[in-house]
């Protein structure tokens, strides 16, 4: 089986950079009248992540093991990935003095990569029901932001919390699903997605996990 579709995911986290406390030999030059006080640049920044997904897979299945009590099936899909990612970074307060960047937008160039994600799973189909359990991207693929433009950024400690977590990673998932069937009947349009033929549909249940 072949398919295909598209997604197009953002996030945006905050870089808090707090202010210096005033010292107590500042304050006090201060209550002289003998001392000023002009606060650091404050770098504190809005981070913004975006990627859009394309996603090309192929799926294959066969019988494994046949018994009077059901039938399981195993499968595999390869998923061809062209994954498109940007981050950028945004001085949120007004006493930065210059590096300010743009948010991300129209224009904004999107680093490109491909790769491939594998999910595998195994079907029980029995009279009266069907379960099934699989995982998606077991191989765990993982593609790569672009490096932060941090012109105008003098905070080591925001810099460095501007290029973390680089990667957009596809973690492993795993996923489970089950149909219960009340009785048979003649004529069923559920034929085609049930290997038994003409059954009726009583229940579903599936679940998820990360």
């Known amino acids: ?4 579709n598209a997604s197009v ?15 107590t030999a500042q304050g006090n030059a201060i209550i002289a009248g003998g001392g000023t006080y002009t606060p650091a640049t ?5 981070l913004v992540k ?9 799926g294959y299945s066969r019988p494994m093991l046949s018994r009077e009590t059901g039938d399981l099936t195993a499968g595999v899909r390869a998923k061809y990935y062209l994954v498109k990612l940007a981050r950028n970074a945004q001085h949120q307060t007004s006493t930065t003095a210059g590096g300010s960047q743009s ?4 224009s904004q160039n999107y680093t490109s990569s491909s790769g491939v994600g594998l999910d595998v799973g195994t079907l029980w189909t ?4 069907r379960v099934g359990a699989w995982v998606n991207n077991v191989n765990k693929p ?13 905070n080591p400690t925001v810099i460095a919390q501007l290029n973390t977590n680089g990667t957009y990673d596809m973690k492993p998932q795993l996923q489970r699903k089950g149909h219960f069937i009340r009785k048979a009947r003649t004529g069923s349009s559920m034929q085609d997605w049930m290997p038994m033929q003409c059954k009726m549909l009583w229940a579903e249940t599936s679940s998820g996990q990360r």
């Open 1 to 4: 089986m072949l398919d295909a």
């Open 9 to 23: 995911i953002a996030n945006l986290s905050f870089i808090a950079d707090p202010f210096a406390n005033l010292t």
């Open 42 to 46: 404050n770098e504190s920044s809005v």
């Open 50 to 58: 975006a990627a859009v997904v394309e996603e090309l897979g192929f």
């Open 103 to 106: 948010t991300l937008n129209a």
């Open 126 to 129: 029995a009279k009266r029901y």
């Open 142 to 154: 993982s593609f790569n932001y672009n490096t932060v433009d941090t012109t105008g950024y003098a």
